[in-house]
């Protein structure tokens, strides 16, 4: 389940390039485009009997709207001029691409397009306000980062960003 969001936002992040917005994945759930927030993701499911039985992903993109967070970004703001039809058509026919590969289980290639389109991969981040060095992420979608002593650990939630300048 922890490649879903991944997924979703890869699906987001290949529906942008395509219009020419160079956007990247903030793991687990943003789009980001400049260092700014131009959509995000939410997953839920759930399980009857240990297996997953449904899952409902919501995608939110800004396309033209002030962005409601000083971080936030619109597509408008980087000179895009798709409407909402536009984006979403894009974005649904990715997803249809990573339904298939998640169904057959290939979690190495969902990682591989993630780390592709990774935001902040190889930079000193903040982990939820900890300083660290995010590096790959898990074949169960979990982010691998390095502190700053050269400690790695494995993380399955929390909030990536950029140090304070």
Known sequence: MGLVPLSVGCSCCEALRSLGVGAEVRWPNDVMVENRKVGGVLVESGMVEGRVSRVVAGVGINVGNEPPV???????????????????????????EYEEILVEGKAKTVCNRFMRYAWGIDRLMLLDGVACFPREIAVDGALIVEDEEGEVSVHRTGSLRLPEA
């Open 70 to 96: 000083e971080e936030g970004i619109s597509l408008r703001e980087v000179g895009v001029r798709a409407s909402v039809d536009e984006v979403r058509r894009r974005v649904l026919d990715r997803l249809m």
